[in-house]
């Protein structure tokens, strides 16, 4: 890998749907192109992706086996492992470090990192993620329909997610845990959509034998349910890559801080020259889907920026 002179048109950070959509627009434009990928998508823990037209229920895993496959096709490269360094090297080139020791030279970077869901601290949360504990109708919603689910408020958000569950489930319950007080407005939008409200804080989950059953409160009383949704903090991954200055913005939702993301435009251009992202690194809130189709976006952007650069080389020479 260490040829000291060569440089891919791009190295893309991430191969996850983003990544990998990137890395397909890119090899079909001729574009030599490095996927560099730490193996960590956010749904690989998840038994299935729903709402991908044309791949409704898929395995995440086999998703992204047929994907890499049909990315192999057009000559893109792919590595196991992390970035852990990245800075510029001169004008809008970069130099980047991996994990394994080796330095990889990019004439473009695009970032297609993802982020890290934070989860309340609640015993048992953890570990039964993306199972029985859930944060996205649109992911989970027809699978758990019509069951008790349970809605863990840690800040404003709790309220509108309980309103949003209850499409999908008239046995919804908002644990007032953490949340805000609950003021008459919010009780009766609740109560308009039959959301049974629960005073006190969830000490721990209620599991027997490998499936949860309920919820327990800190002055011991239990609550009957299969599912409990809950609101992690979303935060970009942009670890190793901090040479690069880029900032992260604040996302916030109902008036409460819950993430960060890198800002990109629609052609997925970040405020560092040379620079694209796509995918949940620049939107908390983008599905499968959505974070494939920032790529090819982002891609795009990234080919056109080379074909400025190559031009004006070529009209100098
Ligand atoms: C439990 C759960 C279930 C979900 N279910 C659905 C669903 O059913 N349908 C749906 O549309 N969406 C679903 N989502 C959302 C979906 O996971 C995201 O929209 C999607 O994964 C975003 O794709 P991405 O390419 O931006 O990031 P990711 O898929 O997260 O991929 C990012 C990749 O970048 C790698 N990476 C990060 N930093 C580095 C680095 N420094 N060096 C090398 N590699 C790095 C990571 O290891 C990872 O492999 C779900 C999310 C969760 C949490």
Request: charged share 20%.
């Amino acid at each position: 890998m260490t040829d000291e002179h060569f440089a891919y048109d791009a190295v893309i950070i991430g191969g996850g749907a983003a990544g990998l959509n990137a890395a397909l627009t890119l090899g079909r434009a001729r574009r030599s192109v490095l996927i560099v990928d730490a193996g960590q998508q956010r749904n690989a823990p998840a038994r299935a992706i729903h709402n991908y037209l044309g791949h409704e229920g898929i395995a995440p895993h086999d998703f992204l086996s047929l994907a890499e496959r049909e990315v192999s096709r057009f000559g893109v490269r792919k590595v196991s492992g992390s970035v852990v360094s990245a800075k510029r090297e001169t004008g809008t080139h970069f130099i980047l470090a991996l994990d394994s020791g080796d330095v990889v030279r990019a004439r473009r970077l695009l970032l297609a990192t993802g982020l890290v869901d934070e989860l309340p601290d609640v015993p048992g949360i953890a570990e039964r993620w993306a199972r029985e504990v859930l944060h996205c109708p649109y992911c989970h919603g027809w699978e758990v329909r019509e069951q008790p689910i349970g809605v863990l408020a840690t800040g404003p958000a709790g309220v509108e997610q309980a309103l949003l569950w209850s499409q999908w489930s008239d046995r919804v319950t908002l644990f007032a845990h953490t949340g805000p007080e609950l003021d008459a407005h919010a009780r009766a939008r609740l109560a308009a959509r039959s959301v049974q409200v629960v005073e006190g804080e969830v000490s721990a989950l209620d599991v027997v034998g490998d499936r949860l059953v309920g919820a327990l409160l800190a002055d011991g009383r239990r609550v009957d349910l299969t599912h409990l949704v809950v609101a992690p903090r979303f935060t970009a991954r942009v670890t190793g890559l901090s040479e690069l200055g880029l900032a992260v913005t604040d996302w916030e939702m109902f008036g409460q801080v819950a993430g960060g993301y890198v800002a990109a435009d629609p052609q997925g251009a970040t405020a560092v020259a040379g620079v694209f992202a796509a995918g949940n690194v620049t939107s908390v809130t983008e599905t499968v889907i959505g974070s494939a189709a920032g790529g090819l976006r982002a891609a795009a952007g990234l080919n056109l920026d080379l074909i400025r650069e190559d031009t004006q080389r070529a009209m100098t020479a």
